[in-house]
Each structure stands twice: as C-alpha cells, then as structure tokens.
C-alpha cells in the first residue's frame, strides 16, 4: 500500500514541477542571459517559494459555476460554486445537465488566475483544487515535506470553492419580484430573484457550437451532405445566432472562461413563432393531394435525408431501423397534417366545379362535404377510405424512392401498415375527444 501511495505522490509532485518548469521557461525566454531579472524568476519559481506565493494569492480569486460579472461588470456581490450534481433535477435545460464533466470558472484579480490555472492541473482523472477540497493527503506530501505547510497550502486552495462573505446583490445586478402566492397584492407572496451569469453552462454550449460549426468532423459532414452522401455525424444548423461580447477588450476581467472564449457569449434564438399568413385554399384542378403534398417543406426535406440515407445502404440494426422510421414519421405527419388544414375548411369545397379530386380523396379531406352532397354517403359511410389512402401513399413513396433504390412489395407493405397506424390512432383520439 505504501509503493502505491509513494508513486502517487511522485506523480502529483512531477505534475507540479512541469507547471512550474513551463511557466518557467516562458517567462526566461523574453530575457537575456545575463539579465538579472533571470535570477530573481529562477528564485521566484522555486517550488516552495511559488506555492506560498500562490496561497497568499488565492484569497484574490474564487472559483465559480454562477458569476455576477457578466450580467455587469462593475456590480460587486456575490457569485457561487455550485457543481451540477448539488442542483436539483428538473425537466429543462440549465446547469444541472452538465454532469461531472463540466468547466469550473474563476473570477476575480486577473494576475492571480495563474493559481487557478495550476490548480486545474489533472491526476487520474480529479483536478488538483478537487483534491485540495477532499484534503487529499497524497497531493499534500507531494506539496511538500512540511505536513503543517503543505495543509495550510491546501485550505488556502480549497477556500476558492467557497462563498465569500455575506449573501448580497447590488444596484447594477438584476433583480426580479417572483410570484409564490395567489394574492399578487401581498407583499409575502414574492420571492425577490437575483439571477447569476450560467458561467459553466454558457462555456458548454460554446464548445458545443465551436465543434458543430468548425470542427473537421463537422466540415466532413456538410460537404456529405453537399455531395448527397450519408454521414454518422448530423449537421446543426443555428440560425439567428447572436454573439455578445463581455469585458470588451480586457475580457480576463470578467473571468476566466470569458477570456478563453475571447468574450464570447453565444446567444441561442429565443423568438416567439412568427405567423406566416397564408390563405389556404382548396385543392383546384388536381385528382390526387400529392402534388400539393409533395411541395411541402418538410416533405422535401425529409424525402432527400431519407433517399440519402437509404443509398448509403446502412448496416442492417437498431440504429438504422429507428433513423428510418423517424424519417418516415415525419413524412406521414406530414400527410395528416395537410389533411388537417383541408379539414378546416368550409365544409363542401370538394363539390365545387372546378375540383378535380377523385372520390376517394374528396371522401377523406372532405367527409362532411360529401355528406351534404350525397344522402347515401351520410347514411353509410365507406369503412375502406383509411386502407386505400394508406395504398396510395404507399405507392407514391416507392415511386419516390425509384430510382436509384429497389424498392418493391416489401416496402410498399411496411410504409402502408405505418401509414395505417397513424390514421387510426388519430380517429381513436377524436372518437375519445369528442
């Protein structure tokens, strides 16, 4: 047990001495040989003398999840360490989605984040702060040879975690009255919300956008899809993506991920739905509701990443079933919502002159126009229509798929009973509506 304690701490102690050996070297380069400032760095860098140094400079820094800088940069109050884990759980996105594998930030004096920089320093997997908080007795033999220095050490890195001083807001923090009672004119039923800066969950989703937009994985996967290929990874697409700048040009004083981020802040679209007035009108001068069907966005859209994937002839699994039956879902909702539309209009449109539909289409987008216009259809409707649309949609989609694929009476059957399905789980939920 002692060898393996022993090499742990061998490890840790290697760690710290690589930090140091490359700040180091870094600084030793911008001078000359025989500068004496080259001595007083050598002096400055010795294990012992820089982690005192770094200590003292620990109280100048606090390592945060939730910051109060970026909502304005000269209000002072309170920021808080909350890992995910201590959040709780609940149904939408916000830090407590990040797991264990989230981006701790620091704030405070600029000219001490290199204390925090060290202290990010990974062994087997824990960060160095994450074990100075755990009182790892390995990391503090490998601090040094003086137990009582190397714990004091140690505190002073744990106390970045911590809160500091009393709970406050201030003036140019944002604040708002929350309402917990039904009776909005007492004062008692208001919580007063100071809401902190997501600082971890605003690092993720940057990385996250970095990754969709400029990595090669990325890259490769748009020009697939350029070429009309199949590829494992999706394309994301962010429209209306705005980006806010924090800390202008000195961004390392708002935090520390600010400054990796350059000050980024990327902002997701959070838009109300914008309605797009369109007259719907009645199907004119047409037997079948494919060619209007067929020009629907999302049909062509679906349609392509559907033919797209199948020609890529995808290994035969779990994967590959689910992704073409999503693709084929949406295609029939699709189809049942075009239905929908023609449905609201005014009963009858099928019966006029100039409306081409077959009977079986105008009995199904239509029925209560039929009804008017044919006792004997009221009194005893077709029990067939669902069947024969479910054919028809069936047949359509193979002749979309010929070329290039084989399709046939295997596919046809799979896409009609989907089809099916669909239409009569949503008559059963408008004979429960009603």
């Not at 860098?45 to 100048?60: E, I, M, N, V």
């Not at 944002?174 to 007492?186: D, F, I, M, R, S």
């Not at 005893?380 to 669902?386: F, Q, S, Y």
């Amino acid at each position: 047990m002692q060898t393996i304690q022993t090499d742990r701490q061998a490890a840790l102690r290697s760690l710290i001495s690589a930090f140091l050996a490359e700040r180091l070297t870094s600084k030793l380069d911008k001078f000359d040989p025989d500068d004496p400032k080259r001595q007083e760095l050598l002096q400055q860098f010795q294990p012992a003398t820089w982690l005192d140094d770094a200590a003292r400079r620990a109280s100048q820094i606090q390592a945060v999840t939730h910051s109060l800088k970026p909502i304005h940069p000269d209000a002072k109050g309170t920021n808080l360490y909350c890992p995910p884990a201590t959040l709780a759980a609940v149904p939408v996105v916000g830090s407590h989605c990040l797991g264990a594998d989230f981006a701790g930030d620091v704030v405070g004096n600029a000219a001490a984040l290199d204390v925090y920089k060290f202290l990010k320093l990974e062994h087997e997997g824990q960060s160095l702060l994450a074990l100075a908080v755990a009182g790892d007795a390995d990391l503090a033999h490998a601090l040094s040879g003086d137990l009582a220095q190397a714990l004091a050490w140690m505190a002073a890195f744990a106390s970045l975690t911590a809160p500091r001083g009393q709970l406050a807001s201030h003036t140019l923090a944002k604040q708002l009255y929350w309402p917990v009672g039904t009776n909005v004119h007492a004062d008692a039923n208001y919580h007063l919300l100071a809401p902190l800066y997501a600082s971890s969950l605003a690092h993720k989703v940057f990385e996250t956008l970095q990754d969709d937009r400029f990595s090669e994985e990325a890259k490769a996967a748009r020009a697939a899809r350029k070429d009309g290929l199949y590829s494992e990874r999706p394309v994301r697409e962010y429209p209306h993506l705005a980006v806010q700048q924090l800390g202008g040009t000195k961004p390392q004083n708002i935090s520390q991920l600010n400054s990796e981020r350059r000050g980024n802040n990327s902002l997701l679209a959070s838009l109300p739905p914008v309605w797009r007035s369109m007259d719907l009108k009645p199907l004119l001068g047409s037997e079948s509701m494919f060619p209007r069907y067929s020009r629907r966005p999302g049909v062509k859209a679906a349609l392509r990443d559907l033919l797209t994937f199948l020609k890529a002839d995808p290994t035969r699994n779990l994967a590959t079933r689910q992704r073409r039956a999503a693709l084929v879902d949406t295609l029939i909702d699709e189809f049942l919502q075009l239905r929908a539309e023609l449905r609201s209009l005014p009963p009858g449109w099928s019966q006029q002159p100039d409306c081409a539909l077959s009977d079986l289409y105008a009995r199904w987008l239509d029925p209560a126009g039929c009804a008017q216009a044919d006792a004997e259809f009221s009194r005893n409707p077709p029990t067939d229509v669902a069947e024969r649309i479910s054919a028809a949609f069936s047949t359509w989609l193979n002749a979309q798929m010929r070329p290039p694929l084989p399709v046939g009476d295997p596919e046809f059957a799979a896409w009609r009973t989907e089809m099916l399905a669909q239409i009569e789980a949503e008559e059963r939920e408008s004979c429960d509506a009603e």
